[in-house]
C-alpha cells in the first residue's frame, strides 16, 4: 500500500541540538510539505517542495532547514535556532497540479524538549 | 493575507442531533478541503470541493461550498459517537491556478456523547 511514512514517532531534543524528522512517500508524488500543529491550533507550513532540489519557505521556516535530493524523500531539520519546538510536525504529499486530489498526511512525529 | 476561520472551535453535541460547522475565508479561492483529526493521530481526507455550490456527501456528513459568500459547511446528521473528532478546513491560496498551498482553520472539536 502506498503512504506516507514519518520517524520517529517521538523524538526528544536537548538545548542547542539539532535534531532531524524523516518523511518518507511511495505514492509518487512530486509536492511535499511540512507541517507544524500546536495543541488546539490549526497547521501552519513550515517548508514545502514542488519538485526535487527545490524548496521554498512557509509561513513559520525561521529555525527549520529541509532538503528535496530525491523525490520520495523530504526530511526536515529542527535547529537550534528554533527556541520554541515543541510540537506535532506533519509531512504531506500530493500531486502537483491536481486540485482534486487532497494532500495525504504521515502519522506525525513528536517533539519535545529535554 | 488568506485567513480561514471555523466556527465553533468547541461543539459537544448530544447523539442524534444535527449541527453544521462553518468555515469562512477571507479572500478568493474556489478550492475547499475537509479533513478529520482523531487525538493524537493524523489528519484524514473527507471530502474536496472544486467549485461554487459543490456539494458532497458521506455517511453522516454532508459539505458544502459558497465560492460567492466564502463560506464552506459540513453538516452532521443524526451524530454518533464515532464522530468525535477535530474537523479541519484548508483553503487553496491560488485562485484560478494549479494546486496551491493550503491555509487551515484553527479546528472544530467534536464531542458526541450519548
Redesign the interface.
Known sequence: DGGITQSPKYLFRKEGQNVTLSCEQNLNHDAMYWYRQDPGQGLRLIYYSQIVNDFQKGDIAEGYSVSREKKESFPLTVTSAQKNPTAFYLCASSITGESNQPQHFGDGTRLSIL | ELK?EQNPLFLSMQEGKNYTIYCNYSTTSD?L?W?RQDP??????LF?L?SNGAVKQEGRLMASLDTKARLSTLHITAAVHDLSATY?C?V?MNYGG??G??I????TKLSVKP
Open positions: 480561514v478550492r478541503y479533513y493524537g493521530k493524523s489528519l484524514e481526507s474536496v472544486l479541519f484548508a487553496d494549479s494546486q498551498n493550503l487551515f482553520g484553527k479546528g
